[in-house]
């Protein structure tokens, strides 16, 4: 079977991060390109609400992006408004990918539960929220990589099923 091309763009939620010490949006790049990701933005977005969900929203318009992973903000601090401003621009939700990164990635790290990252759709564009360390973004991502392909394909209209 064919797959659509997954065109990424990473962005990492801080107000603290700069892009020489943003381990966690590297990290996030380097996995989504040992599965063929074409990069297309690697931006750093401060925690700030209405910021982050209008960036959100300007990127799932563009016809080159069809993924958007983020990386922080999805804690339990003030300033964690990951969740909110995805919510705030997705039309469906896909709360299986959500479910299984933290179900998975809890037996190894209890603050897993802690998550608070969601996972949904708007148009084309399949938004992921990860957490904001890079071995949580390592370890999210690994429980997610077998299915992203798939879930691209039937997103972009492919919804044909292997015998």
């Known amino acids: 079977m064919t797959h ?5 763009v990473v962005i990492t939620v801080s107000d603290t991060r700069r892009p020489d010490d943003d381990l966690s949006g590297k990290r996030l790049a ?7 990701a074409k990069i297309v933005e690697q931006m750093i977005v401060s925690d700030d609400l209405e910021h982050l969900r209008n960036t959100l929203y300007t990127l799932t318009e563009r016809e080159d992006v069809n993924l958007i992973v983020t990386t922080g903000g999805t804690g339990f601090g003030p300033r964690d408004n990951t969740p909110e401003a995805t919510r705030a621009v997705i ?12 179900r998975e990635t809890a037996v190894q790290n209890l603050m897993a539960m802690l ?17 904001g360390s890079p071995k949580g973004v390592e370890e999210c991502l690994a429980v ?20």
Do not use: W, Y
């Open 144 to 163: 997610i990589r077998p299915v992203l392909k798939h879930a691209i394909d039937q997103i972009s209209g492919n919804t044909k099923h292997d015998a």
């Open 115 to 131: 998550s608070r990252g969601i996972c949904g759709i708007r148009g084309t564009t399949l938004i992921i929220n990860l957490p």
């Open 4 to 8: 659509f091309a997954i065109k990424a």
């Open 30 to 36: 380097e996995s989504l390109r040992s599965i063929d």
């Open 91 to 102: 039309e469906r939700e896909a709360p299986g990918l959500a479910e299984a990164m933290r």
